[in-house]
């Protein structure tokens, strides 16, 4: 059986049969991805005790909110470590001092048409790092710090020594490009 | 303000502020903010699930580790509650459980129904002491309603946003206490309506329970007990 199923069908499997309150689907599920998700929080957290504490706080939200996962629309493991990676950062943000707002140009009048849905994830895999190779290379290891460690502007700012307001206009201009590149 | 006419310094500004949100760069308070804002508009939703995806390319880079033996058994005490012990359990308890964590995770969620009852005519003096709001609303749901118990015996519910679902119908449930959910039927989206309180409902109606809306089969879950994902719910908060 497992033969003809690819390991990420196993998981999003996993995950309805949570949905349906099986337990020993959680365990399985559990067994499969803790890894994975443990490192997501170790790193973003970078400290042990409180990345156990946030892992566990992840399962029980995954278990709670299984019901939530679409099938077909992102990969079940990308659910799962967007899951456990914004659990991480609401703990960072809770963490930091409260600092000022950043400008926010947004305009929420007109709903438009409806746009396409993301495409399948595995047409991307490449594609983030070939655009991210189009950008000045410290730039695109801002946005991967940012991404995968969590990095907060202040943080970015001073690993970059650069003022703060430099460091979000040197990111937005960044992100502006990639969305041109991952668009295109 | 404008409707259309948006320049594309506009729009890169707006797509640039969901990548940050998706990224966590945001300070708390406005993460929160353009939270709300994502949810509300389905441009930004769609560049919200954009940059998730794309991003989540990137996922590989996060190196496997493998957590301490213990964290499975603390984890399924907490997701399961205290049966865990006993082995397999009826779905009927793993049910009285998740609605439990809800009930208790549900007290958490602002009420923003402040002035509602300034446009219901009081009838007395006791009518008003037994006005109860709540404000219903589900992260990942844009079905959002505002909830007020008349103190005559009827819920009045006014949606405020939500689309009707194709063979599908939204239920209304009350969870007091670490009481299984009461249905209170199957309930219009997209229109204002009331809802006749039964005397078992009434009975434990007041701060501290939920209401809940869920999506179920046409016509309503058959058996009393929801099955359906919860696509709003609120605290019960007295005015």
């Known amino acids: ?184 | 303000m404008s409707t259309g006419e948006d320049s594309d310094r506009d729009i890169e500004g707006r797509n640039a502020l969901v990548a940050e949100y998706v990224l966590g760069l945001l300070p708390s308070g406005q993460h929160e903010r353009v939270a709300r804002l994502i949810e509300n508009d389905q441009r930004l939703r769609a560049e919200r699930d954009f940059w998730q995806s794309r991003f989540s390319a990137l996922d590989d880079q996060f190196e496997e580790v493998v957590p301490p033996r213990h964290l499975l058994g603390a984890i399924e005490a907490r997701a399961f509650g205290e049966t865990v012990a006993s082995g397999p359990v009826a779905r009927f308890w793993d049910n009285l459980n998740l609605w439990r964590g809800i009930a208790a995770g549900a007290l958490a969620v602002a009420v923003a129904a402040v002035g509602f009852n300034l446009m219901q005519p009081a009838a007395d003096v006791s009518s008003l002491t037994t006005q109860l709001v709540a404000a219903l609303e589900e992260e990942g749901s844009n079905v959002k309603f505002v909830a007020l118990y008349d103190g005559a015996g009827n819920v009045r519910l006014t949606a405020l946003s939500g689309e009707p679902v194709p063979d599908k119908d939204f239920e209304l449930w009350a969870i007091q206490g670490g009481n299984n959910p009461v249905s209170m039927g199957v309930i219009p989206v997209a229109e204002r309506s009331s809802v006749a309180v039964t005397p078992d409902v009434l009975a434990g109606l007041g701060e501290g329970s939920v209401l809940a809306i869920t999506l179920e089969q046409a016509g309503g879950s058959p058996d009393g007990l929801p099955h359906g994902p919860i696509v709003a719910k609120g605290a019960v908060t007295r005015i």
Request: proline share 4%; glycine share 4%.
């Open chain 1, 1 to 184: 059986m497992a033969m003809t199923q690819t390991p990420s069908q196993d998981i999003a499997e996993l995950i309805s049969r949570c949905a349906l309150r099986d337990r020993a689907a959680f365990r399985l599920l559990y067994e499969r991805t803790s890894a994975k998700l443990f490192g997501v929080t170790l790193r973003i957290l970078r400290d042990r005790s409180e990345a156990e504490e946030a892992v566990q706080e992840v399962y029980v939200k995954i278990w709670q909110r299984a019901d939530r996962y679409v099938a077909g629309t992102t990969s079940p493991i990308s659910w799962l470590v967007a899951v456990a990676r914004n659990h991480s950062l609401d703990v960072l943000r809770a963490r930091r001092p409260p600092s000022d707002d950043i400008d926010e140009a947004i305009d929420i009048a007109d709903s438009g048409p409806s746009p396409e849905r993301a495409t399948q994830d595995n047409q991307q895999r490449g594609q983030i790092e070939n655009c991210l190779g189009t950008l000045e290379p410290d730039r695109a290891d801002a946005v991967r710090g940012a991404y995968l460690d969590g990095y907060s502007y202040e943080e970015l700012a001073s690993r970059y020594a650069v003022p703060l307001n430099t460091m979000r206009t040197w990111l937005r201009r960044s992100l502006i490009k990639l969305k041109d590149c991952l668009s295109a």
